[in-house]
């Protein structure tokens, strides 16, 4: 499927974190005078500054997905990335891997790596690293960390750099999709508006709130027959019948009634640019869909 591209959106949106967030760099830095736990940095144009690297969104939003899939009762939607039974390593992947046959290598994987990728199958949902806007601010807090078991200290105290002021801009890809992965896409950013999905360090002491908002989203579809405004096709709208055999896609992979936009005619392909608004309802109608996806 990757030969070819049907879909893509392409959100850029910004990151407003409304309680103290630390997302942890994972090396030590040489530098003794800085805190135990250090906000991950890099340096940018303005020298150094704080990120969010695109690997620890992607890892905070595939987790959310993991739990809503379990959450319909099946584990097959969701396997552990872990665990002995991942889709990486089931042997119907490996020898379809080995056979260079990618179609039965997604085909075979679960609902989670068919939208974020192992091993063997690269996933269709990718980040950009989120960088700050403008300035920004952290502080050092101090922690400890309480035995369940004896109620005494268990570690620490150690100090933590916590951002306390700012916001980040970065960018997320959804290419060759089917609708279903655009829906759970919106649902997770609104697990995000709504506080119950976290970024980062210490979740358990309020840490990682943070609101997600669509600056610009652009949706673009390969021009094809058929396609009528206000309607967005899934990967399995636009692949023949053999094709979708073969990956195992859904020939009425349409999300109908989304903002019409201005679409942009690219020659081969149309592309629609959406405000925040816009961007927004277009991930809750996706969101909304989920329903009749999973037959309920
Ligand atoms: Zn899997």
Redesign the pocket.
Known sequence: MHRKRWNAVHVLFELHPCSPLLVKSGTLSPNPSLPDMQFVRTQGPQGEEVFIPGSSLKGVFRSFTERVLRTFGEERL????LGKE???R?KEVEDAAKQGNSALVYRE??????MYG?TRLRGRLSFTDAFPEGSWKTEIRYGVAISRLTGAVAVGPFDMEVLVEGHFVGSLLLENFEVWQLGLLGLAVRSLNEGLTRVGFGKSRGFGEVRMRVREMSLEMAKVAGLSPGELWGAGAFAGDAERKAYGLRSDDRLKGIPEGAPRDLGVYVRTVYGPQEGQEVLERAAECLGSFFGG
């Open positions: 969701a396997c552990d990335p991942s889709c990486g089931k994987s679960c609902l989670a790596c068919k192992h």
